[in-house]
Nanobody, 113 residues
Framework: VQLQASGGGLVQPGGSLRLSCAASGSLYSLDAMAWYRQAPGKRRELVALIDRRGTTEYVDSVKGRFTISRDNAKNMVYLQMNSLKPGDTAVYFC????????WGQGTQVTVSS
């Protein structure tokens, strides 16, 4: 499975973005999928995950602001990000829960006034 994240950009604090992750293969056979982010000089961190049934989990810093979803029929995973903060600035990637698929290029999210 090859993964391609898109939808990033420059947004002001308090704004919203919706990230998309397109998989070249079928997601149906995969269990949990996740969004990760990596800020400059920091380690990559998992911020949200969703299992095949739609059960979701979030890191505390994004709870109540980010929503992860998936469409197995379309082989897509999404991340709706609201109330964005400068601290959300990072390159965002999608992968499975263990991070064992090939990492794509990611998509840059910059939150700045």
């Amino acid at each position: 499975v090859q993964l391609q994240a898109s939808g990033g950009g420059l947004v002001q604090p308090g704004g919203s973005l919706r990230l998309s992750c397109a998989a070249s293969g079928s997601l149906y056979s995969l269990d949990a999928m996740a969004w990760y982010r990596q800020a400059p000089g920091k380690r990559r961190e998992l911020v949200a995950l969703i299992d095949r049934r739609g059960t979701t989990e979030y890191v505390d810093s994004v709870k109540g602001r980010f929503t992860i979803s998936r469409d197995n029929a379309k082989n897509m995973v999404y991340l709706q990000m609201n109330s964005l903060k400068p601290g959300d600035t990072a390159v965002y990637f999608c992968n499975n829960m263990l991070g064992t698929l090939a990492w794509g290029q990611g998509t840059q999210v910059t939150v700045s006034s």
